[in-house]
């Protein structure tokens, strides 16, 4: 499976059950896999610790409001399409969640066509922004995605084809937890079908390249029981 033809991952941060399930059978119905948070911590925790295509963050949630969910994720450096859900229509409140990091805002109560359009105006501007994307940097080293080059302090780092793959992934996906499924899935694709023991491996390798102390990374971690996460 490749990036461009996995199924879209839409979290949706809102405390009302209704709204939760209407939403969930919409967007499942158009594809879509979705995973809910029913308040602003839980939300802040889910949107940090997995990948996203999209979220769907209501602004009234108990715990946390959705601006302070926002603010909070883009701090973290989480650059996902926000789109922000709110039953109150003031100009102030937009003007609030857009300067905060949000992508886009629907009043309550919307049109369903008019939210998946809107959720897919978000995808197609992501992909474009990823697509985009030729040059990275983290620490000393600078990542040519147009050239399939890695380099330190201006010196060529030899990574291999999957070495490569493997760190474009990670740094698409900054600061996403990233299952070893997940990768395997999209760097490997089904049809190598590795075990799971061979992203380990790579991720081993790619840290005795890019890191200053490999068995102290500062960028690729692993996050015990789940995967790893680039931070760089």
């Not at 879209?8 to 979705?34: A, C």
């Not at 003031?90 to 886009?104: I, N, T």
């Not at 008019?114 to 922004?129: D, G, H, K, P, S």
């Amino acid at each position: 499976m490749t990036a461009s033809h996995r199924v879209r991952r839409v979290l949706l941060i809102e405390d009302e059950p209704g709204l939760v399930l209407t939403l969930t059978d919409r967007l499942k119905s158009e594809g879509y896999e979705v995973g809910a948070a029913s308040d602003g911590p839980a939300g802040l925790e889910r949107a940090t610790r997995e990948p996203w295509d999209v979220i769907l963050l209501d602004v009234m949630l108990p715990g946390a409001s959705g601006f302070d969910v926002c603010r909070d994720l883009r701090q973290r450096g989480i650059t996902t399409p926000i789109i922000m859900l709110t039953a109150r229509g003031q100009v102030v409140d937009k003007v609030l969640g857009l300067k905060l990091g949000a992508d886009d805002y629907l009043t309550k109560p919307f049109d369903m066509l008019e939210l998946t359009a809107r959720v897919e105006v978000q995808l197609r501007r992501a992909t474009a922004a990823t697509s985009g994307q030729t040059t990275a940097h983290f620490g000393n080293i600078v990542v040519d995605f147009r050239k399939a080059t890695v380099t330190r302090d201006g010196k060529v780092i030899e990574l291999s084809a999957r070495e490569f793959l493997l760190l474009k992934y990670f740094i698409e996906h900054r600061e996403a937890t990233l299952t070893r499924d997940e990768l395997l899935n999209e760097v490997w694709g089904y049809h190598s079908m590795p075990s799971t023991r061979t992203v380990d491996v790579h991720v081993a390798w790619l840290r005795q390249k890019i890191e200053p102390h490999p068995r102290s990374p500062q960028y690729v971690l692993t996050i015990h029981g789940l995967g790893y996460k680039f931070v760089g």
